[in-house]
């Protein structure tokens, strides 16, 4: 069974571009998370798509920070501008249904804002 | 709501040496409890879990944890240290019940390094 996938793997970018980052859940996996992951902490989830639709963005900087899940599969997390203290990994995870226990994380995306 | 504290950020400990990562929860509800195990440049791979039932439960990699509600504790550990656990990890908890997102809360994490 093929994990889940993130691209890119690393990116550099100076402050007030704009970046955006991939995932691809494992196969009929309903519930899709972002995480931030900045150095020195643990994860921090960002947002919750439950199929296409966002269960909890409670933590998601809605003024530089968008996500989609277009028809309930792949996502996108978008920063527009960036900012230094967004520099972190990216983990993308997910799982069958939001209530069964386990989440597969992907190896993350790691962004370096200078 | 959940919290999660690790107690240490960085755990040194011979090649061999017992293996103990502490880890205190809080929740409101009965949790749903995790650790994590991170290498360099890596995701996170989940290495136990409880959920419900024994307390003691046994991992991948031959780690364990046990559940001690009276402590609010997770602490993980290993009878024997190798060279390749030396990574990160992370201790998680998750609500559950009608309002449960599936949401992992995690601790910030702790360093161990195993010396040869």
């Known amino acids: 069974e093929a994990g889940v996938a993130q691209s890119p793997r690393y990116k550099i970018i100076e402050k007030r571009q704009s970046v955006a980052f991939w995932c691809n859940p494992i196969s009929g996996h309903a519930t899709l998370y972002w995480y931030q992951q900045i150095l020195g902490q643990g994860p921090k989830l960002l947002i919750q798509f439950q199929n296409n639709g966002v269960v909890d963005d409670s933590q998601l900087p809605k003024d530089r920070f968008s996500a989609e899940r277009l028809k309930g599969v792949d996502s996108t997390l978008k920063i527009q501008p960036a900012k230094l203290e967004d520099s972190a990994v990216y983990l993308c995870?997910?799982?069958?249904?939001?209530?069964?226990?386990?989440?597969?994380f992907g190896q993350g995306t790691r962004l370096t804002v200078v | 709501a959940q919290s999660v504290t690790q107690l240490g950020s960085h755990v040194s400990v011979s090649e061999g040496a017992l293996v103990l990562l502490r880890c205190n929860y809080s929740?409101?509800?009965?949790?749903?409890l995790f650790w994590y195990v991170q290498y360099p440049n890596q995701g996170l791979q989940l290495l136990l879990k409880y959920t419900t039932g024994a307390t003691l439960v046994k991992g991948i990699n031959g780690f364990e944890a046990e559940f001690k509600k009276s402590e609010t504790s997770f602490h993980l550990t290993k009878p024997s240290a190798h060279m390749s656990d030396a990574a990160e990890y992370f201790c998680a908890v998750r609500g559950w019940g009608s309002s449960n997102t599936g949401k992992l809360i995690f601790g910030q994490g702790t360093t161990l390094q195993v010396k040869p």
């Open positions: 929740s409101s509800v009965p949790p749903y």
């Open positions: 995870a997910s799982s069958a249904r939001p209530r069964v226990v386990e989440a597969f």
